[in-house]
């Protein structure tokens, strides 16, 4: 867009056409106060706190030129009144007179906040936005001493009103702005707030069931300009002056959401620095100013009563306390001598720099990546380039969802998807089910589970949507696994990858594929060479098994029976978990909020995180613990230095190429700018000051020629008479061992339940809300049933991590519980 | 009983007033009509609208709440909507309300301990020169009472009371 100049408190400014006024000024460093207004909404014009004195050349109305007074300047002719900062956009020549040097401004803001304050409580000491408010900071820098109105006409309303379990509502606090509802609005697409009654009557409701149902609900705590929104997790928890901030990356998808723990010294834990919330961390390229609330409100699985805190190591039968030389003496003694029939497995929770050494670690034994997905090695070769960016996709662009429910497996790509489309960028959706993205998909494809191939191979060939995918400027395959294992998955990666090569769209930026993986690091343990295994339950049995982060005990009893009967196990872990149970020996480590380390997003982006609390107990970070007991080994690997295991990374792996600690470290200017002095702007989410990390290069990107796997037809499943097909889904909230210890979150969670379309539980004899027996494959057991019209018929599904092990599609089958008893 | 268990021919009638893509703004006469029997919509209607017009209960209660026209809890048989809006302040309308409240013995936003008035204070009703004026909105529909006083109010609030009697 062409550029507009005109003048602000006297400095030149030059921005694009249609930037706001308010933006403009931003932009010269010129701070307007606002609260109504946030720049990543549209502009309200809501609370008048934005009043300035703007001023246009006079136009003579036979010539359509300026006036030009005496001394030859174009003639400007002021608005009699104040106008709205953030409703106005810039004109050439425009002069704008802010509270900085206008005295009309400055009693019009002055008005305003007095007003504001007519029915607001004042009740900072006791409010948690106190320290980081807007208001307070308004009120403070343009508002009057004092109020001429009456003390006694002040709204009084009953304060703490849940809207939902997370998220409170003082209502005297409000000042109506409608930021929390136009977030969910127009960002989140989910209207469950809105306003009742009118004027000084106004007061947020949600009618949702739960209440304030969004998966985003946290966000509109931070974009609240008061106290009138706060979260369960924080309230009354501590001041904001107290708080230290520490940089991090979220670690429960792979999208890899940039965040602040706030922690302080507390005296209820005796001293000890605790984390005390979860802030979003503005980084414009991956998560922008938001998060999802699993990433604000899931956390604390780190400071839970399971976590291992000494070395174990089993005596009698029994798992003792040992030192850490005793443990790791004995663990590497047992697999020196079982050297040639050893396993090490490996979870995508890992860090970058965990999982470097460990893959040197395993040499030439076995190593396997624990996970029921595939793929990962052709997101390697054709995985998104450099500088890609969903939020620059829009018209012109086109992006494929596969087999994922984004809104479950990934909340802010889907957010951010939703927002493309809502650009103009075509988005085809195709699954086995409807999903909530659907809504906003220029074309669904509804495929029967199994098909999943097939849909692919006929996006390459003539149909409408075929020709939309292939001619798009740019495009991007999300991929993932819903309704599939990991044999469905990796031919469905394989589909995937030839179709964007055949449509050329590989190699640039805002091109390639991308694996909605089950974990954070998923992507990060297949460039350090991990591969899953098709028989897990094989690859264990009989051996000397090193297992980090991962809990196949506890996901499924065949993997725990092939454990019992393995020669030796050592399980390196967070928590205590049913495969530590299993151990021999018991390594504590260190998640990501106790030490640095890097991840790599599905984007293939790779993030800095930083320490945030100090170790639990003896507790160590993973690639140390394998450090030390590689030595024992005779290997020789880094154990103390992150950066200098990364140089390894750098230098012997291609896609790193380049890249190093400080590199990642880097920073560019963002816009908007946020969490600075001027929390009322943006809201409270932090400032980027440590890193926006790097992508990785594709083998694409980088020229090379590589030969991509034809897909593999696996033969779709069809049940017979009297069965269901079972498939496995992702639930946002389940019950594995990184969510289940969030007692807040413990509704959302809900029971175990697998969903069935209502005509098929009807013809099963089992309404909503039952229990029914369900067998397959030699297991059985007892499940409630949810109804789900969305579905197709002779299909259950079946959640990930609520205790139903169920690692790719099978048939099943389900009788009434009653009737069996 | 479902909206469209007990209004089928009405509700069909207003859906087909609308284009689809229009189709939210069905939501005005299908809340007047919710509100028919009962005088308040009850929470399943609310449940019924949205689904009907694919908006979520969030935004039909905002409406509900929006509108003095509205109402989501059974309250009086009658509701005595008083205009206290600026203009009709300058005619005496607040001094009226306050006198009101004294006679009926209830405060802004009550209803008699018998059940037939509610009082509700609202925004203009256009008819800001007859002031003190108010609405009665009753099942039957809406009537506009206009240059009223105490007195004048209190003998039809007695009327009221008898019709509510009959009417039982
Ligand atoms: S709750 Fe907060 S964000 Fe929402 S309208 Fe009130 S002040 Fe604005
Ligand atoms: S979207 Fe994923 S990475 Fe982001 S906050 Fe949510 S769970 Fe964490
Ligand atoms: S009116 Fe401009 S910020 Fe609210
Ligand atoms: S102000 Fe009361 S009717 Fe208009």
Redesign the interface.
């Known amino acids: 867009m062409a550029d507009v100049t005109l003048t602000i408190d006297n400095k030149q400014v030059t921005v694009p056409a249609g930037t706001l006024v308010v933006d403009a000024a931003k932009r010269a460093g010129l701070d307007v106060p606002v609260f109504c207004y946030h720049p990543k909404l549209e502009p309200a014009g809501m609370c008048r706190m934005c009043l300035v004195e703007i001023g246009r050349p006079m136009l003579d109305r036979a010539t359509g030129k300026p006036v030009l007074d005496e001394a030859g300047e174009a003639k400007i002719q002021f608005m009699p009144k104040l106008e709205t900062a953030c409703t106005n956009p810039v004109s050439e020549g425009m002069v704008v007179k802010t509270q900085l040097t206008s005295e009309k401004a400055r009693a019009g803001q002055k008005g305003t906040v007095e007003f504001l304050l007519t029915s607001h409580p004042l009740d900072c000491p006791v409010c948690d936005k106190g320290g980081e408010c807007a208001l307070q900071d308004l009120t403070m820098a343009h508002g009057p001493g004092q109020s001429r109105f009456l003390f006694d006409e002040k709204q009084r309303l009953a304060k703490q009103l849940p809207l939902g379990e997370l998220i409170w509502l003082d209502r005297e606090r409000c000042i109506q702005c409608a930021r929390c509802i136009r977030f969910q609005d127009d960002i989140a697409g ?10 000084r009557m106004m ?1 947020i ?5 739960p209440g304030f149902d969004s998966i985003f609900s946290g966000n509109t705590t931070d974009i609240c300009p008061v106290g009138a929104l706060t979260t369960s997790d924080f309230r009354f928890g501590a001041r904001p002056w107290e708080l230290n901030a520490a940089p991090s990356i979220c670690a429960q998808c792979p999208v890899g959401c940039n965040l602040t723990f706030n922690t302080r010294r507390e005296a209820k834990a005796d001293g000890q620095i605790v984390i005390k919330r979860v802030m979003p961390r503005q980084n414009e390229q991956v998560n922008e100013i938001w998060m999802c609330d699993k990433g604000r409100f899931a956390y604390h699985y780190v400071e839970s009563e399971k976590r291992l805190t000494r070395p174990l190591m089993r005596r009698d039968g029994k798992l003792a306390k040992v030192s850490w030389k005793a443990a790791l003496d004995l663990a590497a003694e047992k697999l020196s001598e079982h050297k040639k029939n050893s396993v090490t497995l490996v979870s995508g929770r890992l860090s970058n720099e965990d999982l470097y050494n460990l893959n040197i670690f395993a040499g030439k034994t076995e190593a396997i990546l624990y996970t029921d997905m595939g793929g990962g090695d052709l997101t390697s070769l054709v995985g998104v380039s450099d500088g890609t960016n969903i939020g620059d996709m829009g018209k012109g662009d086109a992006i494929l969802v596969i087999a994922s429910d984004l809104y479950n497996e990934a909340p802010i790509w889907w957010l951010r998807i939703k927002a493309a489309a809502e650009r103009g960028a075509t988005l085809i959706v195709a699954g086995g089910r409807a999903a909530k993205l659907d809504r906003f998909a220029t074309f669904t494809i509804r495929y029967a589970y199994g098909d999943e191939i097939k849909t692919i191979e006929d996006l390459g060939g003539k149909s409408k949507i075929a020709e939309a995918f292939r001619k798009a400027e740019n495009a991007l395959i999300f991929y993932g696994s819903d309704g599939l294992g990991l044999a469905g998955s990796t031919s469905l990666a394989a589909a995937c990858a030839n179709l964007l090569k055949e449509t050329n769209h590989i190699g640039r930026r805002n091109n390639g594929l991308v694996g909605v993986w089950p974990r954070v690091n998923d992507q990060g343990a297949w460039e350090m060479g991990f591969r899953p295994t098709a028989d897990l339950a094989e690859a264990l049995k009989g051996k000397a098994v090193y297992i980090v982060g991962a809990d196949p005990a506890g996901d499924d009893p065949a993997l725990a029976k092939a454990l019992k009967s393995a020669k030796f196990v050592v399980v390196q872990d967070i928590s205590m978990t049913a495969t530590a149970e299993l151990a021999d020996v018991i390594l504590p480590a260190q998640p990501h909020t106790e030490r640095a380390g890097t991840f790599t997003s599905g984007e293939r982006r790779v993030q800095r995180f930083y320490p945030v609390v100090p170790a639990f107990g003896e507790s160590r970070p993973d690639f140390s613990i394998t450090a030390q007991l590689a030595r024992q080994m005779g290997i020789i690997l880094e154990g103390s230095s992150l950066p200098i295991v990364f140089d390894f990374i750098a230098h012997s792996l291609p896609a790193f190429d380049g890249l190093n600690y400080d590199r990642l470290a880097e920073v560019t200017e963002q816009w908007p700018m946020v969490g600075r002095g001027d929390m009322y702007y943006g809201g409270t989410t932090y400032e980027n000051k440590d890193g926006l990390g790097a992508h990785l290069s594709s083998a694409a990107q980088r020229g090379e020629t590589f030969k991509l796997p034809a897909a593999k037809n696996v033969k779709p499943l069809r049940p017979k008479e009297g069965e269901l097909l079972a498939v496995p889904v992702t639930q946002l909230y389940d019950l594995g061992n990184t969510v289940a210890s969030a007692e807040l979150l413990a509704q959302r969670i809900g029971a175990a339940a697998i969903s069935l379309h209502p005509e098929t539980a009807g013809k099963l004899g089992a309404a909503d809300g039952e229990t029914v027996k369900i067998s397959w494959n030699g297991s059985q057991s007892e499940v409630r049933v949810r109804t789900d019209e969305g579905l197709a018929a002779g299909v259950a599904l079946v959640p990930r991590s609520f205790g139903i092990a169920l690692r790719e599609p099978m048939t099943l089958t389900v009788k009434p519980a009653k009737k069996v008893k | 009983m479902s909206l469209m268990e007990k209004y089928p021919k009405e509700v069909k009638q207003i859906l087909a007033k609308y284009p689809p893509e229009f189709k939210r703004s069905a939501v005005m006469p299908l809340l007047y009509l919710a509100q028919r029997g009962e005088g308040y919509v009850t929470k399943s209607a609310m449940t019924e609208i949205a689904r009907a017009l694919d908006i979520t209960e969030t935004e039909v209660a905002s409406i509900i709440g929006f509108y003095t026209l509205y109402h989501d809890k059974k309250e009086g048989r009658y509701r005595m909507q008083v205009c206290a809006d600026l203009p009709c302040a300058l005619r005496g309308a607040d001094k009226f309300l306050a006198e009101l409240c004294g006679n009926l013995g209830i405060r802004v936003g009550e209803t008699t301990p018998d059940g037939t008035v509610t009082l509700e204070s609202v925004a203009c009703l256009a008819a800001c020169d007859k002031a003190p004026m108010f609405q009665i909105q009753s099942p039957d529909g809406i009537e506009y009472h206009e240059n009223m006083t105490i007195d004048r109010t209190m003998e039809l609030v007695e009327a009221l009371k008898r019709s509510g009697q009959e009417g039982r």
């Open positions: 989910e209207s469950v707030l809105g306003f009742e009654e009118r004027g007061q409701v949600s009618m949702s069931e």
